[in-house]
């Protein structure tokens, strides 16, 4: 199993080659009945004709299997320092990760220490501001008290703000955690100290996708946002701005069709809650709870006039405030934008204060424009 392992990192850590592709030659080879090993003593042209590899593909291939001892000598190391090495093939991988990521995304190895049944149990992520307000993070507790007494696991990843507020506030609930590291597994080596308890009491588990000896760095961050927001069955947004990781990750986890609960902002709030609950996520109260359809019309109702002026949905909205009534594509080719006109009429129905004008193509109009017209004609 130890020789297997080496191979896996061979592929794992194969650079220039995009995940799907790594686990599409796994699920050829499971198809196959041949294992990782088999796969890397194929000659040149059975990598081209049967697994559709390039030259520059081949060439990569050949390099990693020249680091095979290497490989060999890291996973003795790590295994011999309690680390789990777990292939995506692995009955212990994570079930959600794979389900949420599917062959497109979800990594071909994950690295472990601690409880791996944790990763089989209901998890929701809440994500946020380094810098949130104290809102934010009395939310973050709230919604993590609530879940681990429904023996739901809290996903952190392990950054400043709302992802240590979830952890800290998980372990102090009874709760249990998965902590998604930026870097290595190896190079956790102070945060392996301050969780140990907590780690062999089984309510810790510490995760990464990078390679072992990996330091953190800016792009590791970023990468490693999707794994959270894979982990969780739930996400919860405590706060965010309208650009940086927690925005990315929320708007990619809307395109891809995820369920994502953002705390509805006080009024005189300085973020992007209420943009992300415009881009259809779902506006919960400050414990986390769904807010009732009235709530949401009146948040609906404000949404627009706090968007950024740089936004499309903000250049719409003031577009028709100007007067006149509409067709999608006029607005598209008026402002120039980079939505097609099926997108713009889908935001605009959705906005208490426009007016659909019915018919073919339809046409839409500012509510108090409207009505400011039709006073003007008494």
């Known amino acids: 199993m130890n020789e297997e392992l080496s191979y896996w990192l061979a592929l794992a850590h194969l650079p220039k080659l995009r995940t799907k592709k790594k686990n599409e030659i796994i699920v050829r080879l499971f198809e196959e009945q041949k ?104 939310f973050t507790d709230n919604v993590a008290k609530i879940a681990s007494e429904d023996y739901k696991v809290i996903v952190s990843g392990f950054a400043k703000g709302v992802d240590k507020q979830a952890l800290d506030s998980a372990l102090k609930h009874k709760g249990q955690s998965i902590i998604v590291l930026p870097q290595g597994i190896s190079t ?73 609960f953002v705390r509805k902002p006080n009024f005189n709030e300085k973020n992007a809650n209420n943009q992300l609950i415009q881009k259809g996520a779902i506006p919960v109260n400050a414990k986390g709870n769904i807010l009732n359809y009235e709530q949401q019309i009146n948040i609906n109702q404000n949404v627009v006039s706090e968007l950024d002026p740089n936004d499309v949905e903000y250049k719409i909205i003031e577009f028709l405030k100007k007067g006149g009534e509409f067709i999608s594509k006029e607005i598209v080719d008026t402002l120039k934008l980079d939505w097609s006109s099926r997108k713009v009429s889908s935001f605009l129905k959705k906005q208490s204060e426009i007016i659909t004008v019915k018919g073919k193509p339809l046409k839409f109009s500012h509510k108090e424009r409207t009505i400011q017209s039709q006073q003007s004609l008494f």
């Open 35 to 138: 294992t990782i090993i088999d796969f890397f003593h194929f000659e040149p042209k059975q990598w081209k004709d049967n697994y559709q590899l390039n030259e520059n593909e081949i060439l990569l291939f050949q390099d990693a299997i020249k680091e095979l001892s290497n490989y060999a000598f890291m996973v003795e190391d790590l295994l011999e320092q309690g680390y789990s090495i777990l292939p995506i093939t692995s009955p212990d991988y994570s079930p959600i990760l794979k389900k949420n990521l599917g062959r497109t995304y979800a990594p071909s190895l994950i690295y472990t220490k601690g409880n791996k049944a944790i990763m089989k149990e209901i998890s929701i992520a809440i994500v946020g501001s380094r810098k949130a307000d104290k809102v934010s993070l009395d």
């Open 188 to 260: 956790f080596n102070s945060g392996f100290k301050k969780y140990y308890k907590q780690i062999i009491d089984g309510d810790v588990i510490v995760l990464s996708t990078f390679y072992p000896k990996a330091t953190w760095n800016v792009g590791l961050a970023m990468a490693r946002n999707p794994i959270i927001y894979g982990l969780a069955t739930e996400i919860f947004v405590a706060e965010s701005s309208n650009k940086g990781g927690t925005w990315s990750g929320v708007v990619d986890g809307l395109r891809k069709g995820r369920k994502i």
